[in-house]
């Protein structure tokens, strides 16, 4: 499972208020990825970072900011939450090597009321 | 744009059969790679099996393996001796994006009938 969690794994919130999705990886690698997965649409990046305090915007950026202090952990925070963030958000670490392939957290299943 | 398109959204097999779920997708890089993962119904996203895009052989993991036709940009799956584990959602990825994130497909969901 490349050694990657995420918290907390359930959410319900109202609209308005600040949440902070966590992602922890214990392997040490420099590329790590925010995704959210709606029906239809597959995962779609939101974030992603290529080193500590180094992030750039995703596809579907919008409403969502993102911090990285430490290399094990990447931070997603939706400022002001809307329903239409509603979703499962994916953490997602990139491997150096032959292949470039990621692997997955479990996931964060996010509700906005 | 790159694009990951996946024209099944449902499928269903029966036990100990054979199912092929198909993947198109558009690129002009001539080398890169392939992926499918299956998304079961605990959500977690595991990694089934990859291609090289410059490799020739098709990629075989187990009881999956891949049908890789590179004109055609086509990348499809193949599960054979079905079994009741591999019911899931299954995606189809390729890393075009400019930030080597990955582009999804928008999956197939898989039954499996005893």
């Known amino acids: 499972d490349a050694g990657i969690t995420q918290s907390p794994r359930h959410k319900v919130t109202e609209t308005g208020t600040p949440v902070t999705l966590r992602c922890h990886q214990t392997e040490n690698h420099r590329y790590m990825y925010w995704y959210r997965q709606d029906p239809g649409h597959g995962l779609r990046l939101i974030h992603y970072?290529?080193?500590?305090?180094?992030?750039d915007k995703g596809e579907v950026s919008d409403g969502y900011s993102v911090s990285r202090s430490k290399t094990e952990d990447f931070l997603l925070t939706l400022e002001s939450a809307t329903s239409s963030q509603t979703s499962v958000y994916f953490c997602?670490?990139?491997?150096?090597?032959?292949?470039?392939?990621?692997?997955f957290g479990p996931g964060t299943r996010l509700t906005v009321l | 744009a790159q694009t990951v398109t996946q024209s099944q959204p449902e499928m269903s097999v029966q036990e100990a059969e054979t199912v092929t779920l198909s993947c198109t997708y558009d690129t002009s890089e001539s080398d890169y790679y392939l992926f499918w993962y299956k998304q079961p119904p605990s959500r977690q996203m595991i990694l089934v099996i990859r291609?090289?895009?410059?490799?020739?052989q098709n990629a075989t993991e187990n009881r999956f393996s891949v049908n890789f036709q590179k004109a055609a940009k086509s990348f499809s799956l193949k599960i054979s001796d079905s079994q009741l584990g591999d019911a899931a959602m299954y995606f189809c990825?390729?890393?075009?994006?400019?930030?080597?994130?990955?582009?999804f497909g928008k999956g197939t969901k898989l039954s499996v009938k005893p």
């Open positions: 997602a670490i990139r491997v150096s090597g032959a292949y470039n392939e990621q692997f």
């Open positions: 291609q090289e895009a410059y490799k020739q």
């Open positions: 990825a390729y890393p075009g994006g400019s930030q080597g994130n990955l582009i």
């Open positions: 970072s290529y080193g500590v305090k180094d992030t």
